[in-house]
Nanobody, 127 residues
Framework: QVQLVESGGGLVQAGGSLRLSCAAS????????MGWFRQGPGTEREFVAG????????YYADSVKGRFAISRDNVKNSVALQMNSLKPEDTAVYYC????????????????????WGQGTQVTVSS
């Protein structure tokens, strides 16, 4: 069983930055593809960013490309999401997720491909 715990959410003004962190338990973290998803009020959960097991491959939703950066540390069993130039439309609950059975170097953008989820952390961007 893998447990994921997010931290780093909060309230920030538009144009500001936040860094989300996700700490993972389990000895096989380095084999997982990791992703960040978000869910705003009245919306479906959407893919934000993903990183493959080695950290050499990343993928971003168009809405965050150039503003957000995902990274991982396989020694510390953690993944981070650096969010810059935040906009009010980035307001959502952000979830860390692990795909325990990735296909090669691919990074899935669909939430049902991910096997483990954190409890979420709220990010609120004021205008």
């Amino acid at each position: 069983q893998v447990q994921l715990v997010e931290s780093g959410g909060g309230l920030v003004q538009a144009g500001g930055s936040l860094r989300l962190s996700c700490a993972a338990s389990g000895r096989t973290f380095s084999t997982y593809t990791m992703g960040w998803f978000r869910q705003g009020p009245g919306t479906e959960r959407e893919f934000v960013a993903g990183i493959n097991w080695s950290g050499r491959s990343t993928y971003y939703a168009d809405s965050v490309k150039g503003r957000f950066a995902i990274s991982r540390d396989n020694v510390k069993n953690s993944v981070a999401l650096q969010m810059n130039s935040l906009k009010p439309e980035d307001t959502a609950v952000y979830y860390c997720a692990a795909d325990a059975f990735p296909t090669g170097w691919s990074i899935s953008t669909t939430h049902h491909e991910y096997d483990y989820w954190g409890q979420g952390t709220q990010v609120t961007v004021s205008s």
